[in-house]
């Protein structure tokens, strides 16, 4: 099967659907099909070799905006719109790219969810004109997320196969961008994803928050696959790590937990009795985190903790295996509806258990794997009170971990999630032919 996978990249720091679709790719050539990942908006960052093999840069940064901003450039020959394709231009946008909120991109979101009747839909033909120049014939066409849906009407109908989307917790983004862009994004999505051929949710938590936010046309369309970790270089440490350490692995901003994180840290160590306790935060930190990381170091610091404490960002995946071997336990209190949690699968691969909060994805997360806690009270202290049960406790500690890990082997490798993919690939397929 020849597959074309679509996946925006963020430039600057590591995505976690960046990483999950990078892997998709790699383990559906495992399996031997001709799967190719085309790359949009930025260049894309992933842990691993990223696998889009010279395809060129689609619906560019730069000439996105520009072509939302000016009508001009809406109609600029190719020569023009290539200057500002220019990879070291891209990469410099990179750099500012974290600091854009999605309140001010709510214009420019529904523009794109419009596909074809978008002030971008120049990029929509190009894409397509270069794809049927240099890559035809595809079997099917995968989207990365459904903020990419107005493109399927086009390349359905242009490219002649079925055309599927991964929902992949698009909601916070759009309920983020104010009215009227929230509604308007919604109700057009709402109609798009209704003309996809399937919709691949990560989580069955996700799954259902989807088809109450797309409504009865579009519910029969989902099916669940979930995330899958590339279990290579996964071991779980020789013995558990002296003096313990409690892990944060997400990017280092408020909506990810980090600052509840550190507010439990402080309210743990308030207990004599671990005192001995570190913290190890690692993950993605772009320019606009950074503010946010100091403030949190300073609190640290005025606490008498800063020595305790460390904040290792943008690890590369060599160091992430390494920094999962050293925690006794991994938590991220995300504070908003988490799609699913890559790395919540990321620690249990490496024996780690987990506490997470009772929301999101992450009840469904433990309930599959045994790897963890869930704990109810959603505050600094209901986190602290968590860590203190799991760790006081060692022998459970270590059975969960263990225990984390053989589930995620067993159920959560890349390799299964790419064989649920294509078996949904392979029934659109069959239905579109029919």
């Known amino acids: 099967m020849r597959i074309l996978q679509i996946t925006p990249g963020t430039g600057g720091f590591h995505c976690g659907n960046c990483i999950r679709d990078n892997m998709l790719v790699h383990e559906l050539r495992a399996l031997g099909h001709d ?3 085309a790359p949009l908006y930025l260049p894309l960052i992933t842990d691993e070799a990223i696998l889009t093999d010279g395809m060129p840069m689609f619906f560019g940064g730069v000439n996105v905006y520009l072509q939302q901003k000016f009508s001009l450039f809406r109609h600029t020959p190719r020569w023009i719109d290539r200057v500002f394709d220019a990879q070291w231009l891209l990469r410099g946008v ?3 790219a974290g600091m854009t909120e999605a309140h001010e991109l709510g214009e420019m979101t529904f523009s794109m969810i419009r596909g074809e009747h978008g002030n971008q839909a120049k990029e929509l033909r190009r894409m397509i004109d270069w794809l049927q120049a240099h890559e ?8 990365s997320n459904a903020l990419l849906i107005g493109m399927a009407r086009e390349l359905r109908e242009r490219l002649k196969i079925p055309v599927l989307c991964t929902l992949q917790g698009e909601d916070t983004f759009i309920d983020a961008l104010g009215e009227p862009w929230t509604r308007r994004v919604w109700d057009e999505l709402s109609v798009r994803a209704a003309e996809a051929d399937g919709l ?9 928050a989807m088809r109450e936010r797309l409504g009865e046309a579009v519910a029969e369309k989902i099916r669940v696959v979930h ?9 779980p440490a020789a013995a558990p790590p002296d003096p313990p350490a409690i892990g944060y692995l997400a990017r280092f901003c408020e909506p990810k937990g980090i600052g509840m994180f550190v507010d439990a840290f402080i309210e743990l160590k308030r207990d004599p009795a671990y005192d001995h306790v570190r913290m190890r935060a690692a993950g993605a930190m772009t320019p606009a985190d950074e503010p946010l990381v100091a403030e949190l170091k300073q609190k640290l610091a005025s606490n008498g903790l800063l020595e305790h404490a460390e904040f290792l960002p943008n690890v590369s995946r060599d160091e992430k295996m390494r920094f999962l071997q050293s925690i006794s336990l991994l938590s991220v209190p995300a504070l908003y509806g988490e799609a699913f949690g890559l790395y ?4 249990l691969a490496s024996g780690a258990p987990v506490v997470q909060p009772k929301h999101a994805s992450f009840p469904e997360l433990i309930a599959a794997t045994d790897g963890g806690w869930i704990y109810g009270d959603l505050t600094a202290s209901g986190l602290a009170e968590a860590w203190k049960q799991a760790l006081s406790d060692p022998a459970e500690l270590r059975r969960r971990g263990l225990a984390g890990r053989e589930a995620a082997l067993k159920k959560f490798s890349s390799a299964q999630m790419a064989q649920g993919v294509l078996e949904t690939f392979n029934a659109a397929i069959e239905h579109y032919r029919r």
């Open 35 to 37: 799967a190719v990942m």
């Open 94 to 96: 990179a750099k500012k």
């Open 136 to 143: 035809q014939p595809f079997d099917v066409v995968n989207l």
């Open 200 to 208: 691949v949710s990560i989580s069955e938590y996700y799954a259902h």
């Open 227 to 235: 995330n899958g970790v590339a279990m290579h270089g996964h071991e």
């Open 344 to 347: 919540v699968i990321e620690a």
